[in-house]
């Protein structure tokens, strides 16, 4: 607002903020977050910008804010037999018929294909679509729903979209592979290998100790008990030695 003094000072807020999500800083206009723990999508905000004249003067705009909730179990990625920037064109009406369809709230989450070089958005024919979907009571649908409704519309799906990219489409649904082990478990796995390593060492150490000092004292014992002990005793309470070297003097 390019007027000054009160008639230049601006306030914002949101309008209909009934699910309160967002808040918005009144004097910058900074949106910001409030609650959206467990959601994605997109949300559209209805932001108003005031001046304090004596006369209000307002304005109003959309604001689209997409939450991407990557740690989603709930993530649906459809296959689509086309080019991405093909694809990425007509992503509105992508969505809108994948809602009709399913009869959700659809958000589609990315956009990508197994290429990453950027003459490869032209040539490769495999378009990844990765969507999340909401029922009415703006709750996550399962996965495993999304997927059966997807197979039960799939030519629903697909004429559909015939319409749209004016060619033969095909929609079918990415499996996921088996998870690998996460670096954080395989170095679980490495330490406990190593601890256990270490502590079977540790016990071969203290039993070859304990069999080192017995057969040690078992020597001592022999030798106090032989000839090389001069107070060595017998049974009787005599000394050995003393018979002995008698018996060598004769």
Not at 21 to 36: A, L, R, Y
Not at 39 to 64: I, M, P
Request: proline share 1%.
């Amino acid at each position: 607002d390019p007027d000054t003094g009160e008639n230049g000072h601006l306030l914002y807020s949101l309008v209909n903020n009934q699910m309160n999500e967002f808040d918005i800083d009144e004097n910058t206009g900074q949106i910001f977050t409030v609650s959206v723990a467990g959601k994605s999508g997109s949300f559209y905000l209805e932001v108003q910008a005031a001046d304090q004249g004596t006369r209000r003067l307002t304005a109003q705009t959309t604001v689209n804010v997409t939450v991407d909730s990557s740690s989603s179990n709930n993530m649906v990625v459809a296959v689509l037999n086309q080019k991405i920037n093909v694809v990425e064109k007509n992503i509105a009406e992508v969505q809108r018929v994948l809602e009709d369809k399913l009869a959700w709230n659809v958000y589609i989450i990315d956009v990508y294909s197994n290429e990453s070089e950027r003459k490869a958005r032209s040539s490769t024919d495999v378009t990844y679509v990765k969507i999340l979907a909401f029922d009415e009571a703006n709750r996550e649908v399962s996965a495993e729903n999304v997927k059966r409704k997807l197979r039960e519309q799939k030519s629903n799906i697909e004429g559909e979209l015939n319409k749209i990219f004016s060619t033969s489409v095909t929609a079918a649904i990415e499996e996921a592979p088996a998870q690998s082990a996460s670096p954080e478990l395989v170095a679980t796995i490495v330490l406990g290998v190593l601890l256990a390593c270490t502590l079977i060492a540790c016990l071969a150490y203290v039993l070859f100790t304990i069999r080192r000092k017995r057969y040690t004292e078992n020597k001592q014992t022999e030798t106090v008990e032989g000839i090389d002990n001069l107070y060595a005793t017998a049974e009787n309470g005599s000394l050995r030695s003393l018979e002995k070297l008698e018996h060598t003097n004769n």
